[in-house]
T-cell receptor, first 111, second 114 residues
Framework: DAGITQSPRHKVTETGTPVTLRCHQT?????MYWYRQDPGHGLRLIHY???????DKGEVSDGYSVSRSKTEDFLLTLESATSSQTSVYFC??????????FGSGTRLTVV | QQQVKQSPQSLIVQKGGISIINCAYE??????FPWYQQFPGKGPALLIA?????SEKKEGRFTISFNKSAKQFSLHIMDSQPGDSATYFC?????????????FGQGTELSVKP
């Protein structure tokens, strides 16, 4: 989708283990975002980045950390996965004219 | 003040009918209001968007109506088709501040019956 890929697409992990999700863009955009999607909640912002090594928290950042060492990669880490973090995770980039482009998502199940 | 409230949660419309989804916001700093369409297993895709300097924007069968004084905006889908069956999200953003982050409504699941 328009130069943005997420990996993995699906993951099952055990409670208490660390998990890292990757978002890769090929369009050199400055802004990147991580959202989680849960029924009845829409999409909620976890963290975002406005440049290499520049990140900030969103509304549901507890239990998550991010890193951006290169323009093209934005990593989301669940430091110690819990069942409440079972969700679908979407990465997005902000392109020209304000529009966001979303990746295809990562479905994460914590058992 | 960052919330965007969306209604209804679900909507069933007959083919050829008009689908209407409403959103309300509180933060008067918001200056960009997009609608996203999402099919199962896919990421949301930008459908149409409006800035607050206009009251209406139309693209094909999709129209956004915007009421700045009431802090409300809505999506109208004319001549609804079964292929329009999807989840729709409204969103709002202060595009030049706070990282331009989008605040989403809760979503509306639209089903268009043949």
């Amino acid at each position: 989708d328009a130069g943005i890929t997420q990996s993995p697409r699906h993951k099952v992990t055990e409670t208490g283990t660390p998990v890292t999700l990757r978002c890769h863009q090929t369009e050199n955009h400055r802004y990147m975002y991580w959202y989680r999607q849960d029924p009845g909640h829409g999409l909620r912002l976890i963290h975002y980045s406005y440049g290499v090594k520049d990140t900030d928290k969103g509304e549901v950042s507890d239990g998550y950390s991010v890193s951006r060492s290169k323009t093209e990669d934005f990593l989301l880490t669940l430091e110690s996965a819990t069942s409440s973090q079972t969700s679908v995770y979407f990465c997005a980039i902000k392109g020209q004219y304000y529009g966001y482009t979303f990746g295809s998502g990562t479905r994460l199940t914590v058992v | 003040q960052q919330q965007v409230k969306q209604s209804p949660q679900s909507l069933i419309v007959q083919k050829g009918g008009i689908s209407i989804i409403n959103c309300a916001y509180e933060n008067t700093a918001f200056d960009y209001f997009p609608w996203y369409q999402q099919f199962p297993g896919k990421g949301p895709a930008l459908l149409i968007a409006i800035r607050p300097d206009v009251s209406e924007k139309k693209e094909g069968r999709f129209t956004i109506s915007f009421n700045k004084s009431a802090k409300q905006f809505s999506l109208h889908i004319m001549d609804s088709q079964p292929g329009d069956s999807a989840t729709y999200f409204c969103a709002a953003s202060d595009i030049y501040n706070q990282g331009g982050k989008l605040i989403f409504g809760q979503g509306t699941e639209l089903s268009v019956k043949p």
